[in-house]
């Protein structure tokens, strides 16, 4: 989500946007994801959500999805310190793009733990690896997918940590065959980068 909010800022900065404009904004771009696999799935072949991956799963798979949320972020923690003696940031800052603040956080969490995970999971797992899996094989439909899911972020800095995480999200579905799992991953890992980042706002000045 990264890229799409820097594009977001620049166009909210020019035609000087309200914050809830921005989020509307930001929620629409990553809605349009839903639109293939709902009118080739749904529409198209006449299936159902069940389709996409919406099923229930075991609980014991949310054991798993918090252990590849430990392994993220440690990836993250480990690729930011080699980025960091060269002056980079491993994403932009997007909480001052929703207005900063209380109100820009939980803006924040509205597009991007709530519209983002739901729409790039049902699109990049449900839909793309699902698909991909039947004729490539679930590893190199993984790959394949976590490449997409890396390179639509575009953020360069961050392409590593975000192809890794597209392979554990893939790896999380292919397992659980469930998209729920998988949304849980996203949304819990966006929001405690929004929220770390909000701290991190918070307290800075303090320093």
Do not use: K
């Amino acid at each position: 989500m990264g890229g799409l909010l820097l594009l977001v800022g620049v166009a909210s900065a020019f035609w000087q946007l309200p914050p809830l404009s921005i989020t509307l904004l930001v929620s629409a771009c990553e809605a349009v994801l839903l639109l293939p696999p709902w009118l080739i799935i749904i529409r198209g072949h006449r299936g159902t959500w069940a389709h996409l991956g919406f099923r229930g799963f075991h609980p014991g798979y949310l054991l798993l999805a918090g252990g590849l949320l430990f392994v993220s972020f440690v990836i993250n923690l480990l690729w930011s310190l080699l980025l960091a003696p060269f002056g980079l940031a491993t994403q932009p800052e997007v909480l001052p793009i929703f207005g900063g603040g209380p109100q820009g956080l939980l803006l924040a969490l509205v597009a991007g733990s709530l519209i983002a995970p739901l729409a790039e999971e049902t699109f990049f797992r449900g839909f793309l690896f699902a698909n991909l899996r039947e004729h490539q094989g679930p590893l190199r439909a993984m790959g394949t997918t976590a490449l997409l899911f890396a390179l639509f972020h575009l953020t360069p800095t961050a392409f590593v940590p975000l192809f890794f995480l597209g392979c554990f999200l893939a790896f999380l579905y292919h397992l659980s065959d469930s998209l729920l799992p998988s949304i849980l991953l996203h949304a819990t890992m966006n929001t405690l980068a929004l929220t770390l980042s909000y701290l991190v706002e918070r307290l800075g000045p303090l320093a």
